[in-house]
């Protein structure tokens, strides 16, 4: 197994920072309008059938099994917010792909790319396919709406930094160690594709923006939450006298 380079390290760090910048969004508007609750699942699906080597393979480091285990369960909590804590906020018409096509098409280009035949590996490769499609169901929803959201744009650059960086360290890897995986670069480069044409469609004249960044938007919050804390605390302070 090659040794983590300096390229997968910044790829990690770029995910990490898409999924929790997505997940903070949501819980500090108190909101998940334009989000779509299948793109997470399908991302949520693939995090978990990438990692299942943790629990039944030896993995190769502590920094892997750590980073790879945060990103699930951000992925998951993310899941949680959109169905089950801001619900009314999610827009069930709009969110109309159809995903089970997604998961069955990844299950067979899966079964047809993985590198050998074990559960593991299926799984492996599957995951890698899922992902690189997690994100029309977002776009489909995107352009129904005729919407381009701040939070969506940023999620999709973070996304797409992330992507680069992974493959660009795939093809480090080629060049040094001769590590080729012919299903999970093929997923990578029709990720970023996929990510690039998102960018471009939330970019063009064929949505509205809104919802630029503007701060007030976030600070006038604050003085609203900290309002709320110390009425919770006072009413706590009279149900004890």
């Known amino acids: 197994m090659p040794p983590i380079n300096a390229y997968s390290c910044i790829g990690d760090v770029g995910h990490s920072i898409?999924?929790?910048?997505?997940?903070i969004a949501i819980n500090w508007r108190e909101g998940c309008s334009s989000i779509s609750l299948k793109c997470q699942l399908l991302q949520c699906l693939a995090l978990t059938l990438r990692?299942?080597?943790i629990w039944f393979v030896s993995y190769t480091s502590v920094y892997t099994a750590i980073m790879n285990m945060s990103l699930l369960l951000i992925s998951l909590t993310t899941s949680f917010s959109i169905a089950a804590r801001y619900p009314t906020g999610y827009d069930v018409a709009d969110d109309n792909f159809p995903a089970s096509y997604l998961i069955l098409l990844s299950t067979l280009l899966g079964f047809a790319l993985t590198r050998y035949i074990d559960i593991v590996e299926i799984c492996y490769s599957i995951s890698h396919i899922v992902e690189a499609v997690a994100i029309l169901p977002?776009?489909?929803m995107?352009?129904?709406?005729?919407?381009?959201?701040?939070v969506i744009r940023h999620y999709l650059i973070l996304l797409s930094f992330y992507k680069t960086m992974y493959v660009i360290n795939w093809l480090y890897k080629y060049i040094q160690w001769h590590d080729y995986y012919m299903g999970k670069n093929i997923a990578g480069i029709v990720q970023i594709a996929i990510y690039y044409y998102g960018i471009r469609m939330l970019y063009s004249d064929d949505v509205v923006f809104y919802d630029r960044l503007d701060l007030s938007q976030w600070?006038?919050?604050l003085p609203c939450k900290l309002?709320?804390?110390?009425?919770?605390?006072?009413?706590?302070k009279q149900q004890r006298v």
């Open 18 to 23: 898409a999924v929790l910048y997505l997940v």
């Open 51 to 53: 990692y299942l080597d």
């Open 138 to 140: 977002q776009l489909r």
């Open 142 to 150: 995107s352009r129904n709406r005729g919407e381009s959201k701040a």
């Open 219 to 221: 600070t006038s919050k």
């Open 227 to 236: 309002r709320r804390r110390r009425k919770l605390l006072h009413l706590n």
